[in-house]
């Protein structure tokens, strides 16, 4: 499927256009790593105005280039990007990176000379990586058009970022510690080639077992949700975003002029597509190293294998922090631990050897736990001691992994002392986390990912019965002029796609009000109808509880002679008269468009507290049953709803039907941009829910 | 006052009793790092069946040792121990350190070793380190009684660890770090001195800046708490706690048979005393580097000086989530930015000066920064380039902190290309760190601390008025036998320390009621007393808005009846007819004995979302008027009592009041376990409080 980024990783012949023989210059860079690297194809720089540089022959232009060549680098002043681009198209090269700033990143002027790239490459059936980047590192085909000092061991972490410093950073960082990668690519200001594209590469890319990203912000929203859906179930993304808070989102945009979008709807994305997410550079090595390495445990119970205790101890409450729990060890698991061990261990969990632990002591110890019905995954820490070679501990473990199909990480916590024992583990398989915080929280990332994948795929949810989409039309036909709905109107939005709503009536005057009071059943509602006062409570907009027609009809005057005394600006378009409805947990529905993922559903506990809580979880629609309950059961307000202090359950059913409702609704009609119900009254199992009050905004 | 501690870290001479000649055993490898290292006193190994060990001669016993020599180093087993410290006393040495294990830790037989040696030294005035521990590494005077490879340079970090094998791994882990310690101590099983001796004897110790420990459990809390609440005013204390969470807990206890205690009493320990609490061992070092070479900012606003956007959107997201924020520069820094800066660069904030800035953009624009009177501090960013060397721009950040005193912190984000800008900034006494994440955490750490060093000092309340001990002494004895005191025996409790109940009274008719209630006034609330029944409103114990007097009388006989028939069991003792309060904000506030620190006061939102909400802070009594106001603010429910929405704020003192008043219940009356009033009304500044239900454990 995405067989067009191919030359990109694994060219058959590179021309590097604006090769500079000034070794100050990144051109020259750019050619040093390509000729010094293990590239085993064609390499060909193409500047007029030299026969050659490091001793690779130079020509004078794109035409003159042999066969067989796949892909450009381009390094040339932004102005003569465009005519290079051209020739690269005439001469039948389909992929060019274009390394050289000066485009969109530096205003209008920049985004016109990028537009015209993009449209000549179109034209040619090219595809374009950049501008502004540093273009690509794959370590397997060799290919490397980076300026970057030194090459990362090969490996199966694929990381692909919008920032080419980072890019850098990441290989200056990893060099001397043992993480292998099987590709960088830095993507610029993706006038063609994106994140999505990339990630749907990397996801059929043998060398890649782990998808790694740096990501400032996502072009095409719905795009990338179904890209990295299917790809979650065969690779793990994980992704380090920035711009999660104002500033940062300010940053970014003051970088690169893209935004970053709201945090919110990236994380709703984010959980419902199986992305991992990274809060730092550093966690995004220790996940990808444990994701790359170790398989998911296929439950929470871990078993800590140490020659200290402090250590274990702080690994204990990592792990506990993450979701994971110490296992019970069987006993004849303990009896066999005893009879290995030091007479002085600890043979519960954790297992502590003692400071002499020496490697067939872990060796005993780790196969012993392994073996052990009740365990998952296990954690082997050390700490260096006078008389133990670390390198050798971590020999026999890595021995001891490649014999299970649970879980093994490490904790060997040092610096020195330990640096061989990582190359050794790392070399076999097995991630090693300098503190035991870090090994806890990766084995935490572990398992849930591992939840995730073992939950049916399902499918997204976009057939509805009880759908009226015309009366939704004249609805918004009739009301086009105004930015904001009010309760009475959009009662009838909810209602044309079932989603239930107290029953009342839109009237005019007291007389109908205690027609349709009668008709309705009391005790009723009086709610005043006015665009100006949308917050009816705080206006003593509401009377409720009124029991007869005596009661709702002094009710409509004293109300509306009251407010308009309080408010004399406010139009006042009559009153709804509703069914007092019966007590039922109070939780809120909400959606608001986001500018990049679109319509973003909320749910979240209602009623008075919702804005001192903000007990709310997202997901963007389109959504499956399984995302619509996940976000229903990661909020407070859905342990309510499942049944507090022995309660009954309520009804989270009838709670996803009107989730996937709305959000059906805001897929339909793209000019409503939020609607909120709050609150939704919800009863017991079986007993429905009913939307109290509602607004939308288009 | 802690100078008997000071010959464990300087002593004139130091005698190692039972060094064997055997290179693989621990007690050589003591002797092996003595004779090493820089100490210049007198160092005398101590066993009768050598002549001479290392090329020091060999005593037969401590009496033969020559003068001075005022610390001893004891690794025999443990059963020979006691009668060594004896003849140590014997000999007039004021300090031992029991390397040697077996005791405590092992079983009761070894408690009554330690227990043996404890009295010895006490009859001798002598202070004990350990048993089982490292003992004591001090980089000034060069003393170590360690066995652990390796010496990190010498600094003004001075670190206290439960663990021995904590010490040696963080030893092992900073040696290539340029992270530089005063001293170490390793504290063993603390049968004498312990953490909180320690960390008074840093306060006043001049080599240490930061005190940085690795803590399992507290022995005296209270004492802890006075020490640490002082210590912090002169030297920051940064914590890492273990046993956080019950498998923490649980596996701190299979170590070291120590109980790690509540964290959640932990927690307001450290809240209250401003001790910096860290969640890893990575975070440990990050705060103690930062904290040892900078000042906490005077505010949160922070300049961002970067060469690539990537990593000062991190940086801003890290910021951010740490309580600071991007200063506004000045026009006028902007515009000296503009004239210094690479024409393309960013001079708004982030200050983006793009991949080629040299050592000379980076000091223009740090000192225009640093000069602006909108900011407090600087985050200066480095990603390693191709043509300027990261020592270099090290050295040019080093010398501008070295001129002012706003916080300068830097992120060289990289491996092999910054490690020699890390040797240099830390030489010149600027933290540097390898992702931004790490930074932007520190710097809100330095803010938060430098915020708290900034309160006043306040004092613990512990004069009240209004307080009638004999009242509380008697109803104790009254229900002596009752482990549980309801509500109406809970109500004379608060009475007594003058906390505001609702009017009410205890009646065992329906006459009394009817009574009570004309009395009180209307409208009434009537609940049952019971010991059997205190969840009194699931038991249908409880009827509310009772508007006259008949009402009152029919409500006690329906009620009555019906708990009868639902709760035969229950033993009834009248009922409680109380005054209905008007509504209020619902907070509850409690405490529970803590078994390490004594009452753990508790506030938060109260109400029937006490249990879904865990809106809860807790505070350890006695506390000043600010701890128990910044428990309030640090809660949701304190927000509320702010004033949502443009509400009025509410009688907050009042509430503090409370706090107060309920602490001083539980200092005086040991006896009571824990206290809960649920919900007290909260009404508008100046209107006071309200217990409506309460309840005592003994």
Redesign the interface.
């Given at each position: 499927m995405t067989s067009d980024l191919k030359p990109f990783f694994a060219p058959s012949g590179v021309a590097l256009i604006g090769t500079s023989a000034n070794p100050?210059k990144?051109s020259f860079?750019i050619l040093r790593n390509m000729v010094e690297g293990e590239y085993r194809g064609g390499v060909y720089p193409v500047n007029p105005r030299h026969s050659e540089v490091l001793g690779k022959p130079c020509f004078a232009d794109i035409s003159s280039v042999p066969d067989p060549v796949d892909l450009a680098v381009i390094a040339l002043p932004a102005p003569s990007v465009p005519e290079t681009v051209e020739a690269c198209g005439q001469r039948g090269i389909k992929t060019a990176i274009i390394i050289s700033g000066g485009f969109r990143e530096?205003g209008p002027q920049g985004l016109e000379l990028e537009n015209r790239c993009v449209k000549i490459a179109r034209r040619y059936k090219m595809r374009i990586i950049g501008p502004n980047c540093v273009g690509i590192m794959d370590l397997y085909s060799g290919v490397n058009t980076t300026?970057i000092?030194?090459v990362p061991p090969k490996g199966n972490i694929g990381f692909l970022?919008?920032?080419?410093?980072?890019c850098?950073?990441v290989v200056?960082?990893?060099?001397?510690?043992d993480i292998g990668f099987s590709n960088f690519t830095s993507m610029g200001n993706m006038a063609d080639v994106n994140e999505t594209d990339i990630i749907e590469y990397l996801s059929v890319d043998p060398n890649t077992k782990v998808i790694a990203a740096?990501l400032?912000g996502i072009k095409d929203g719905q795009r990338f949700l179904e890209v990295a859906r299917k790809v979650s179930r065969i690779k793990p993304i994980v992704m380090?975003k920035?711009?999660?808070?104002?500033?940062?989102a300010?940053?970014?945009s003051?970088?690169?002029g893209s935004l970053?979008g709201s945090h919110t709807a990236y994380q709703a994305a984010f959980e419902q597509t199986g992305i991992i997410e990274v809060?730092?550079?550093?966690e995004l090595f220790d996940v990808c190293i444990g994701m790359v390495y170790q398989r998911p445990p296929k439950g929470n119970r871990t078993v800590?294998v140490t020659?200290?205790?402090?250590?274990?101890?702080?690994?204990?409450?990592?792990?506990?922090?993450n979701g994971m729990?110490?296992a019970d060890l069987t006993p004849e698991t303990q009896a066999f631990l005893r009879s290995k061990l030091n007479p002085?261990a600890?043979v519960?969990n954790?297992v502590?050897m003692l400071?002499g632990a020496e490697p067939q002591e872990y060796a005993d110890a780790l196969k012993a736990c392994l073996a052990d019905e009740n365990v998952d995954a296990t954690l082997a820490i050390l700490?260096?001691?006078?008389?133990v070679n670390p390198a050798d501990v971590g020999k026999v473990i890595g021995e001891i992994a490649a014999q299970t199909d649970k879980t093994v990480i490490t904790s060997f916590?040092?610096?020195?002392?330990?640096s061989e024992a990582r190359h050794v583990l790392h070399g076999m398989q097995v991630p090693m986390y300098?503190?035991?915080?870090?090994a806890g929280k990766v084995m935490g990332v572990l398992r849930r990912f591992g939840a995730w994948r073992s939950k049916p795929e399902g499918s997204l949810v976009t057939a509805f019965k009880g759908i009226d989409q015309k009366a939704v039309q004249k609805i918004l036909a009739e009301t086009k002029n105004q930015p904001i709905l009010g309760e009475a109107q959009t009662r009838p939005l909810l209602a044309a796609y079932s989603i239930p709503i107290v029953p009342g009536e839109w009237v005019q005057n007291a007389d109908d009000a205690v027609q349709a009071a009668e008709k309705l059943g009391y005790p009723a509602a009086l709610k005043i109808v006015s665009p100006d006062l949308l917050h009816k409570s705080e206006a003593g907009g509401i009377r409720l509880n009124l029991t007869d027609a005596a009661s709702v009809k002094s009710a409509y005057g004293e109300m509306l002679s009251k407010i308009k005394k309080d408010h004399p600006q406010a139009r006042l378009e009559g009153m709804l008269v509703e069914k007092m409805a019966p007590k039922g947990h109070e939780v809120i529905i909400g959606m608001r468009r986001d500018a990049t993922f679109g319509p973003l559903v909320m749910f979240g506990l209602g009623g008075i507290?919702v804005?001192?809580?903000t007990?709310v979880a997202f997901r963007i629609a389109p959504m499956t049953h399984q995302q619509a309950l996940d976000m229903v059961n990661s909020t407070?307000a859905g342990?309510?709803l499942a049944g507090?202090?022995g309660q009954p359950a309520a009804d989270i059913e009838a709670v996803i039907d009107c989730i996937l409702r709305l959000g059906q609704l805001a897929l339909d009609f793209p000019e409503i941009s939020e609607i909120e119900i709050n609150p939704l009254l919800v009863y017991e199992s079986g007993k429905g829910v009913l939307a109290l009050d509602a607004r939308a905004l288009r």
């Open positions: 100050t990144l860079g530096v300026f000092k030194g970022s919008q920032s080419g410093a980072i850098g950073a200056d960082y990893v060099l001397d510690k740096y400032e380090l920035v711009g999660r808070s104002e500033a940062g300010r940053a970014v003051s970088h690169t970053a809060e730092s550079a550093a800590i020659n200290s205790g402090g250590p274990a101890a702080l690994a204990s409450d990592s792990l506990a922090a729990r110490l002085a600890q519960g954790p502590d400071g700490t260096p001691q006078a008389l916590v040092g610096g020195v002392s330990v300098t503190f035991p915080e870090q507290y804005e001192l809580l007990d407070r342990k309510l507090l202090r």
